[in-house]
Each structure stands twice: as C-alpha cells, then as structure tokens.
C-alpha cells in the first residue's frame, strides 16, 4: 500500500479528521503491459515515490516509478497523481505509458516542478519520464508538460531524438526537471551525460550539449543524476552547474 497522510506540524497529531491516510490507488484507461480489460491499474507492489512532492495552490502531486527489484518490470509505468492538501481527496492522475511499457518518473529523488506564467488561467506541471514506449499516448523517454489538478493530462512533451538508442542501452533521463524563472525554459539530462534545453511553450529543443564526460576510461557513461542549478552572476551571465557520476 502507499498512504498520503497529514500531520499536524505543531504537535505530531495524525489529522484524521482531513480523512489522513489516504489511500493512494488509481487506474487508467490503456492497453499496455499488464493492463486488464482495457484498463491499467496503478500497483503498489511494484511502485516506489521516488520523486520529491510538489504543493501548488493547495494541491499535492506525487510522482511513482517502478522498483524493478525483482519483478517484472516491463509491467511498471510511470504516474502522476493529484491530491487536494485539505481533504486528501484525488483530483486526477496521469498513466505515462498507458498503451505501452515503463515510463517511470523518478527523477534521481528530484521533485516535480510547476511554472506560474504571469496572465496564464493555470501553472503547468513538468515532470521527466525514463526510458519506455514512445509514441501515440506513451511518453516514456521525455520532458513533460502536464496540465495541473482536476484536469491533469499530459499537454506536450519533449523527446530526444536519440530516444531509441538511449532506451536499448539503458541511458535514460535521469535528472528532475530544471525550471529558469526569468527564461522560458525547461531542462532535463540523461545518463550518456547530455542535456536539453527545451522552448516551455512548445516543447522543442532549443539546445542539446555534452554536459558529463567520462574521463576515466572505459565504457561506463557520464551519468548525471539529481538536478542541476543555475546562479547569475553580477553580470547577469547565467551559469549551470552539473555534476556527473
């Protein structure tokens, strides 16, 4: 099972009377791996939350991957969940690869990141799904733009070009999402050491670098993992910080 409770920060008392623990459960319509009669359900047992939470306008999110650890992993999927933070009640969710396999968000730990665009009706949220099916209703392998709360679907998606070779060797997005306040950009990096930068209005690629190398030798890949930061200098030069295994 996973649960969603809220505690009362001033005292430790469990408030149940916000209906805490929720239950954390969820289905989908698809036919992917696993699925049963046209519908996948969110399973516990092979889920770990391994993203950090993400509180917006009084709405919790919660991302999940599966474990992998000792079971059949092409039947694990990536979600994201919606809960109101004052009754626990969920107000949406969204299967990453609802016709297909994988897609979990796991982000190196790293929580999911919103933009509050000035005259926007609503923030979207961005979230990084690891490797998986591409294509039609599956965004495995991709930057996600996703509409927030009651409406919670995904709105567009980025997908490195080399998605196909990145899937077969394991090489997957592997960072949170990186948000620039001042910029209309989204980040997000992978286990071959690339990053992208992507257009957060249309999701196109704007910048594609060598951010990890491995100067060791041998053939393990530059992995970046966590997220990488940002600082502008007292000349406005802006700098990104990555750091690789």
Same mark, same amino acid.
């Given at each position: 099972h996973f649960?969603?409770?809220? /505690?009362d920060l001033a005292t430790g008392r469990e408030r149940r009377e916000m %209906?805490?623990?929720?239950? @954390?459960?969820?289905? $989908?319509?698809? %036919?992917? +791996?696993?699925?049963?009669?046209?519908? @996948?359900? /969110?399973?516990?047992?092979?889920?770990?939350?391994?993203?950090?939470?993400?509180?917006? %306008?009084?709405? @919790? $999110?919660?991302?999940?991957?599966?474990?992998?650890?000792?079971?059949?992993?092409?039947?694990?999927?990536g979600w994201i969940m919606a809960f109101d933070a004052k009754s626990l009640r969920q107000l949406g969710a969204v299967c990453t690869t609802p016709d297909g396999i994988q897609g979990g968000i796991w982000q190196s730990g790293v929580g999911l990141a919103a933009d509050s665009r000035e005259g926007a009706p609503y923030p979207l949220i961005y979230a990084v799904a690891a490797n998986g099916t591409v294509g039609g209703r599956n965004f +495995?392998?991709?930057?996600?733009?996703? $509409? *927030?709360g009651q409406f919670m679907g995904i709105k567009q998606a980025f997908t490195? *070009?080399?998605? +196909? $070779?990145? %899937?077969?060797?394991?090489?997957?997005?592997?960072?949170?999402?990186v948000l620039f306040p001042d910029l209309p950009f989204v980040l997000g990096c992978s286990k071959d050491g690339k990053c992208y930068l992507v257009d957060r209005s249309n999701m196109r690629l704007v910048q594609e670098f060598q951010a990890g190398t491995n100067s060791y030798g041998g053939v393990r890949p530059a992995? @970046?993992?966590? +997220? *990488?930061?940002?600082?502008?200098d007292p000349n406005h030069n802006l700098q990104l910080y990555v750091w690789g295994e």
């Open positions: 649960r969603l409770p809220a /505690f %209906n805490s623990p929720a239950e @954390i459960e969820s289905s $989908y319509l698809g %036919n992917g +791996a696993g699925n049963v009669e046209g519908r @996948i359900r /969110f399973s516990p047992r092979k889920m770990l939350n391994r993203p950090g939470l993400l509180l917006l %306008n009084g709405v @919790i $999110y919660l991302a999940f991957t599966s474990h992998l650890d000792g079971e059949p992993k092409f039947e694990g999927h +495995a392998q991709s930057i996600l733009q996703v $509409y *927030p490195p *070009p080399e998605q +196909a $070779y990145q %899937n077969d060797q394991d090489l997957d997005l592997s960072t949170g999402p992995n @970046i993992h966590g +997220a *990488p930061v940002y600082w502008r």
